[in-house]
């Protein structure tokens, strides 16, 4: 039987409720002080947004694509075919941790908002591009200089690609091939692989639990 601290309701003179300071150090643990592995961490939340992105658009059959770094591309990249991000979402929405649409959710992998923030456990800034209503609008999301994360709209072109979205981070040279470890045990345990694109790489089956 679960244990319980049992609440005092009465004799109560005051109540503080605790709360979040906004500060650099309170983003840096969130970011990155959750994660032993950040490569895994970053593969493993990317691709959760891109698969649970894929299941709300009702298309969960449907591969998204996966650059795996090396030499000539040296960034780590999902594209998903999914629900997309509208410019006042990206910019009011993604950037406050705790604040999830997937937080009722039951059929869905995140919940907690904290995902796409696991790239700053590994890199100071990386790019997301969202392809919605012919239009593609491109944004840097990175730590300032106040030390708090900040997201930025680069640039806002006409495009006649589906919708979606690209995350596109830069992996240094030397973790190549930790990415590409991440990556064979994250989707080992997905249904519909990704398309993989800059290296062969194989991904061994495991027992599904990343299905519909």
Not at 114 to 135: E, N, T
Request: hydrophobic share 35%; with cysteine.
């Amino acid at each position: 039987e679960e244990h319980k601290v049992p609440t005092f309701n009465i004799g109560r003179k005051e109540t503080s409720v605790a709360s979040i300071q906004a500060s650099a150090k309170a983003f840096e643990i969130l970011s990155s002080g959750l994660y032993s592995d950040a490569e895994f961490a970053i593969v493993r939340e990317i691709a959760a947004n891109a698969w649970d992105s894929h299941k709300a658009a009702g298309c969960p059959d449907k591969p998204f694509k996966v650059q795996i770094p090396n030499a000539l591309d040296p960034r780590f990249c999902v594209r998903d075919y999914g629900t997309s991000m509208t410019h006042e979402f990206m910019m009011n929405r993604v950037n406050r941790y705790f604040d999830s649409t997937k937080a009722e959710s039951n059929d869905e992998i995140g919940g907690f908002g904290l995902g796409i923030k696991s790239v700053f456990s590994y890199a100071s800034s990386f790019m997301i591009s969202c392809y919605l209503g012919g239009v593609r609008r491109v944004y840097v999301y990175q730590i300032g200089e106040s030390g708090l994360p900040e997201i930025s709209l680069m640039a806002e072109t006409p495009s006649d690609e589906p919708s979606g979205v690209e995350v596109s981070i830069p992996v240094k040279s030397e973790d190549y091939s930790k990415f590409s470890v991440a990556i064979q045990k994250t989707f080992a345990f997905y249904k519909v692989k990704p398309e993989i694109a800059g290296v062969d790489l194989n991904i061994p089956e495991f027992t599904k639990v990343v299905e519909d």
